[in-house]
């Protein structure tokens, strides 16, 4: 019999070198940063937005659909304030610019885009090469943005 009872001990020894806890007491967790604090990064991701909000389809898509009335499938700017990593901001840009090329002007039924009237606030940039520069003009007018190929 004796050899039943070391057995019993040792099963009774293994069933509780599982069974411990750990006081935490003390130990505060970390907290997790809610908001983007970085100034670059911030200024960074406002240009990104700021690009997305200069195209036809974004002037188009808040023309055609008020906030009010918006659905969760549909486009909404990212947040540039949410604390989430280069990577993943630049994954919600990128799904964001990509629905509101649905709203394109271009992508319905052969609609093309008309160019809008120049206005005073019209910018000419000019590339660099040889003498047969050629630019573009880009006006903002009551009815959005438009750009243009202009010979110098």
Do not use: C
Not at 41 to 46: C, D, F, I, V
Not at 107 to 115: I, L, N, S, T, V
Not at 118 to 136: C, E, I, M, W
Request: proline residues 7%; aromatic residues 6%; glycine residues 8%.
């Amino acid at each position: 019999m004796p050899l039943r009872d070391t057995t019993n001990s040792l099963r009774s020894a293994m069933d509780h070198t599982w069974d411990f806890q750990v006081d935490l007491t003390g130990v505060a967790p970390k907290p997790a940063a809610e908001h983007e604090t970085d100034a670059h990064r911030l200024q960074q991701r406002q240009k990104q937005i700021d690009f997305g909000k200069n195209t036809l389809g974004y002037v188009k898509y808040i023309e055609t659909v008020p906030r009010h009335k918006r659905e969760p499938g549909q486009p909404k700017t990212p947040d540039k304030n949410k604390a989430i990593s280069k990577r993943g901001f630049d994954g919600l840009i990128r799904k964001w610019r990509r629905e509101l090329h649905e709203w394109d002007p271009s992508r319905e039924g052969g609609d093309q885009a008309q160019p809008l009237q120049p206005s005073s606030a019209a910018v000419r940039t000019t590339t660099s090469g040889d003498n047969s520069r050629r630019g573009s003009s880009i006006s903002a007018g009551e009815g959005g943005i438009s750009a243009r190929s202009v010979s110098p």
